[in-house]
Structures are given as C-alpha cells and as structure tokens.
C-alpha cells in the first residue's frame, strides 16, 4: 500500500519541522537505540522458547509418522533463532 503525493508531502513537512526545532531529535532518529539488558533477556527468552516449541513438534510429528509436522519443528528450532541472531547483526551494521 502506497501513501499518496498529498500525504508524502504532509510527512516530508512534519519531519522537516521537527529537525528545525530539535536538531537532537533528529540525531536520535537517526541512531538505533542500544540493546539493552531487558531487550536482549527477552529475546534469549523468546529463542529458547522457540527452540524448545520447535523440538517438542518435531518429536511429535515424528511420533505421528508426519515429515510436514517435523519439517515445521526443524524450522522452529533454526529459523528464529537464525532470525532473531540476522536481526542483530543487521542492527549492528
């Protein structure tokens, strides 16, 4: 979805606005904010949960005899872990 000219403007206005009278918000903007001790616990949290999840459907569709089952457990277990370790490196770029 698209924005229109009219509203590409409106945003380019507002912005323009606020670095005039807030250089610093600006250079915030800008920056991406540090990772922090919570942030950074919530997401080992969030990985280890995903790789437990991912495991114990792996197990079961296993138990079950079904490759799809297992294959969405396989991707549980890598992919988000995967995702959440790209997600920082590109933060870190």
Do not use: Q, Y
Not at 14 to 36: G, Y
């Amino acid at each position: 979805m698209t924005l229109r000219d009219d509203e590409l403007r409106s945003l380019a206005e507002i912005e323009r606005s606020l670095t005039t009278t807030d250089p610093n918000l600006a250079r915030k903007m800008a920056e991406l904010r540090p990772l922090t001790p919570g942030s950074a616990a919530a997401l080992i949290a969030g990985c280890l949960a995903m790789h437990a999840s991912g495991i114990v459907i792996a197990v079961a569709g296993n138990g079950i005899d079904s490759p799809a089952t297992v294959a969405i457990g396989l991707f549980l277990v890598v992919g988000f872990p995967a995702l959440a370790v790209w997600h920082l490196w590109w933060r870190r770029r």
